[in-house]
């Protein structure tokens, strides 16, 4: 089975700063990951994925994340961060064979804040 | 229709009472999802449905919850003698097959007084 933890459930930056939500995976396969966004009183919205082609994925809004297969890792970053970036993020894996009919695991989720 | 779509988007109800809560797949789609946001909360996994595969319903909290799906389509959550715990917004989503990005409906927030 696939699993997901990410480290830090609230996290604040000031408007201008690097961006940096930390996600981890489990995996026992290959796994695809992917990260997700929900602003307030709205359902989830697809940020990016990783489906086993270039280790660098960007998304939108200027987010991106890196595949470290060494690491078991797919952090999310930004370079400079806007106060319409304050969310909450959650990191998602899932993997293409076994028992679990490819079913997406998630974590428990980042609150970011931005600070003007 | 161009999304996940949920219905109602809201319901109070009162104790004790059963509730439906009703998702629109993407057409197309053949997975489907249920999951449960409570207040500040992150996603609590329900119910997967996968195909024509036996639903992964290791996340159902008690046995007043139960799930349908009538082929690829519909999805209806029912929750029975509803509990003010189970207040919550509670999520669909669908893909368009295993091991793909899910997209997300709206919610519907239930409101249990």
């Known amino acids: 089975a696939q699993s997901v933890t990410q480290l830090g459930s609230h996290v604040s930056v000031s408007e201008g700063a690097l961006v940096l939500l930390r996600c981890n995976y489990s995996?026992?396969?290959?796994?695809?990951l992917f990260w997700y966004v929900q602003y307030p009183n709205q359902g989830l919205q697809l940020l990016l994925k990783?489906?086993?082609?270039?280790?660098l994925v960007k998304g939108i809004n200027g987010f991106e994340a890196e595949f470290k297969k060494s690491e078991t890792s797919f952090h999310l970053t930004k370079p400079s961060a806007h106060m319409s970036d304050a969310a909450e993020y959650f990191c998602?894996?899932?993997?293409?064979?076994?028992?679990?009919?490819?079913?997406?695991?998630f974590g428990r989720g980042t609150q970011l804040t931005v600070w003007p | 229709g161009a999304g996940v779509s949920q219905s109602p988007s809201n319901k109070v109800t009162e104790k004790g009472k059963d509730v439906e809560l009703r998702c629109d797949p993407i057409?197309?789609?053949?997975?489907l999802y249920w999951y449960r946001q409570r207040l500040g909360q992150g996603l609590e996994f329900l119910i997967y449905f996968q195909g024509n595969s036996a639903p992964d319903k290791s996340g159902l909290p008690s046995d007043r919850f139960s799930a349908e799906r009538t082929g690829e389509s519909v999805s209806t959550l029912t929750i029975q003698r509803t509990q003010q715990e189970d207040s919550a917004v509670y999520l669909c989503?669908?893909?368009?097959?295993?091991?793909?990005?899910?997209?997300f409906g709206q919610g519907t927030r239930l409101t249990v007084v």
């Open positions: 995996s026992s396969v290959p796994p695809y």
């Open positions: 998602a894996v899932t993997a293409d064979r076994g028992s679990t009919l490819g079913r997406l695991y």
């Open positions: 057409s197309g789609h053949t997975a």
């Open positions: 990783y489906t086993s082609a270039a280790t």
């Open positions: 989503a669908s893909s368009f097959r295993a091991s793909t990005e899910a997209f």
